[in-house]
């Protein structure tokens, strides 16, 4: 089997509307310039298209013509490398996804430790910030939510009852594991990323050991995020 008949039948094999990369193709070194080629010839036959450099999409055709894929699958090989996460989407367009603003932002915030993720396709539009820790399959949600808590009073059209009220139901839910490591992670965050978790984790009444949390933070600093009357333990943490 030569090296287009290769890349034929794993193409074939690939479900439509995912992305892929060459890796996926299982393509030996020795192969890739005749891979590249190959999947030139696809992309002229209209059998995949290209969304950026080596990354790839297989159209999922309907009656009504051609569809893109999903947005998180446009972003998936972003987000991953090697199957593993090493970063997540932030800002405004995880705030809509949460159900925390109804804005929806033309460029999305991707949030890694080490690499910088711009993407221009199309209409998929993407800037890099860093993030705070290192990121994983493990981690990322509770960066997700240390994010919502950094930028609570930045959300655009925020309903901050309903945010705080989404808050301590997520919180509830996490294991006493995931609200450890949520401390842990949490001592990288600004001050009152550290402040709001604090009031939040009390409010619950959480049986985690909050001190560090506490003794992390200036005793004269207030924190201005308008929801003392919203979290009765605001008044503890300084938090207005």
Not at 223 to 233: A, F, P, R, V
């Amino acid at each position: 089997m030569n090296v287009t008949e290769k890349i034929q039948k794993s193409i074939d094999r690939l479900p439509e509307g995912i992305t892929f990369k060459y890796r996926q193709l299982r393509i030996n070194p020795d192969e890739f310039i005749a891979a590249a080629k190959a999947i030139e010839r696809l992309i002229a036959k209209n059998q995949i298209k290209r969304i950026s450099t080596g990354t790839f999409y297989k159209p999922k055709k309907t009656p009504f013509g051609e569809l893109m894929p999903r947005e998180e699958e446009l972003l998936k090989p972003y987000l991953f490398f090697q199957n593993k996460r090493i970063a997540y989407v932030t800002g405004t367009s995880l705030y809509n996804r949460l159900g925390l603003t109804t804005q929806v932002p033309k460029t999305i915030k991707i949030a890694s430790r080490d690499k910088r993720i711009t993407i221009t396709t199309g209409s998929l539009q993407a800037k890099p910030v860093k993030s705070y820790v290192d990121v994983s399959n493990n981690n990322y949600y509770l960066l997700e939510l240390l994010d919502v808590l950094k930028d609570f009073i930045k959300i655009p059209d925020l309903d901050k009852q309903s945010a705080i009220r989404y808050l301590l139901n997520r919180l509830k839910k996490f294991t006493t594991k995931e609200r450890n490591d949520l401390i842990k992670i949490a001592m990288k965050y600004p001050p009152r990323s550290r402040a709001f978790l604090g009031a939040l984790l009390q409010e619950i009444k959480s049986k985690q050991n909050v001190k560090p949390l506490k003794h992390s933070l200036n005793p004269l600093t207030e924190y201005n995020l308008g929801i003392k009357s919203d979290l009765s333990k605001a008044a503890n943490w300084s938090i207005k």
